[in-house]
């Protein structure tokens, strides 16, 4: 199911606090995720054995209860995350810094989609998830807060996104988390295609601008932040050379409702090297994992 990548527009700004911030801060996704669809053998990954973290991993939390909402005639969105992809180091104040692009996307068969409401009191701006019902009718939850970036330049939802670094176990297995934790607030927009065979996919970007009034996610697409941009890294202070696993988590507090929060991680497994880290190939894992641990 190969993605495919449209030609970016520049966004259209929705509110007067739109402007080139975010333009800045979407700029070269179609490149993180045509690179990610690059690389051969990722298929693979999800059928190994122990390579892939286990489903203890996964999500325990569901939604809150809404006694008013029959979640059978929801027509749900469901978060993904791919393999965190162009992977940079680079030396910070408390020493290695490992920076990450990140592609969530909705693989569901309604939408994510966020509405926000200035309160005239404070200017605090709530939000509300708009779910759709089987017979067209809508229901609102809500959600949390729109909160201003100054570094982005734009609204984003808090929670949203969960970056962390786990030591491996001889077998490979996710050990203990090393690095990161943090969870990572986000602008939601379609910015690129990556499963246009879905059905409920729709070719044009429905979402395009990171204002307080609107934002989401349509299914099929795939919201992604590059490397360089604010929040994009993980300090790895005196984390020694090594093999590791990068973790992506959407949705880790089960902010928003989704169809399965068992599937919102996306791994890639990593060597560090100094001033390098390379992605490791499905297949070559095993025997690297067994090397760094003198065990062949
Ligand atoms: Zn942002």
């Given at each position: 199911m190969?993605?495919?990548i449209?030609?970016?527009?520049?966004h259209?700004?929705?509110?007067?606090?739109q402007g080139?911030g975010?333009a800045?801060?979407?700029?070269?996704?179609?490149?993180?995720?045509a690179?990610?669809?690059?690389m051969?053998?990722?298929?693979?990954?999800?059928?190994?054995?122990?390579?892939?973290p286990?489903?203890?991993?996964?999500?325990?939390?569901?939604?809150?209860?809404?006694?008013?909402?029959?979640?059978?005639?929801?027509?749900?969105?469901?978060?993904?995350t791919?393999p965190p992809?162009?992977l940079?180091i680079?030396l910070?104040?408390?020493g290695?810094?490992?920076?990450?692009?990140?592609?969530?996307?909705?693989?569901?068969?309604?939408?994510?989609?966020l509405?926000?409401?200035?309160?005239?009191?404070?200017r605090?701006v709530?939000?509300?998830?708009?779910?759709?019902r089987?017979?067209?009718?809508?229901?609102?939850?809500?959600?949390?807060?729109?909160v201003?970036?100054?570094g982005?330049?734009?609204?984003?939802?808090?929670?949203?996104?969960?970056?962390?670094?786990?030591?491996?176990?001889?077998l490979g297995?996710?050990?203990?988390?090393?690095?990161g934790?943090?969870?990572?607030?986000?602008?939601?927009?379609?910015?690129?295609?990556?499963?246009?065979?879905?059905?409920?996919?729709?070719?044009?970007?429905?979402?395009?601008?990171?204002?307080?009034?609107?934002?989401?996610?349509?299914?099929?697409?795939?919201?992604?932040?590059?490397p360089?941009?604010?929040?994009?890294d993980?300090?790895?202070?005196?984390?020694?050379?090594?093999?590791?696993?990068?973790?992506?988590?959407?949705?880790?507090?089960?902010?928003?409702?989704?169809a399965?929060?068992?599937?919102?991680?996306?791994?890639?497994?990593?060597?560090?090297?100094?001033?390098?880290v390379?992605i490791?190939?499905p297949?070559?894992?095993?025997?690297?994992?067994?090397?760094?641990?003198?065990k062949?």
């Amino acid at each position: 199911m190969p993605g495919r990548i449209l030609p970016r527009k520049d966004h259209e700004p929705t509110d007067p606090w739109q402007g080139i911030g975010e333009a800045m801060a979407h700029v070269s996704r179609s490149f993180v995720v045509a690179a990610f669809w690059l690389m051969a053998g990722w298929g693979s990954i999800a059928n190994g054995p122990s390579m892939w973290p286990r489903s203890e991993f996964a999500l325990a939390h569901t939604p809150i209860d809404d006694p008013h909402l029959d979640d059978s005639m929801l027509v749900l969105p469901d978060l993904r995350t791919l393999p965190p992809s162009a992977l940079e180091i680079h030396l910070g104040p408390h020493g290695r810094v490992l920076r990450l692009a990140n592609t969530v996307w909705n693989s569901g068969t309604g939408a994510l989609e966020l509405a926000g409401e200035v309160s005239p009191a404070d200017r605090r701006v709530s939000v509300s998830q708009i779910l759709t019902r089987l017979d067209g009718s809508s229901h609102v939850k809500f959600v949390g807060e729109f909160v201003w970036h100054p570094g982005h330049n734009h609204w984003h939802i808090n929670d949203f996104a969960l970056y962390q670094v786990w030591s491996l176990t001889p077998l490979g297995d996710l050990e203990r988390v090393v690095a990161g934790g943090a969870k990572v607030s986000y602008c939601l927009i379609d910015t690129d295609v990556v499963s246009p065979d879905l059905p409920g996919f729709v070719a044009g970007r429905t979402y395009r601008g990171c204002g307080r009034d609107r934002q989401g996610l349509s299914v099929g697409w795939g919201d992604t932040y590059a490397p360089y941009l604010d929040g994009q890294d993980i300090e790895l202070a005196d984390l020694p050379d090594g093999l590791y696993a990068l973790v992506s988590t959407v949705n880790p507090v089960a902010r928003l409702m989704e169809a399965n929060y068992r599937n919102n991680t996306g791994v890639v497994y990593i060597r560090l090297v100094g001033s390098r880290v390379n992605i490791l190939m499905p297949r070559d894992l095993a025997k690297e994992v067994c090397l760094s641990h003198g065990k062949c």
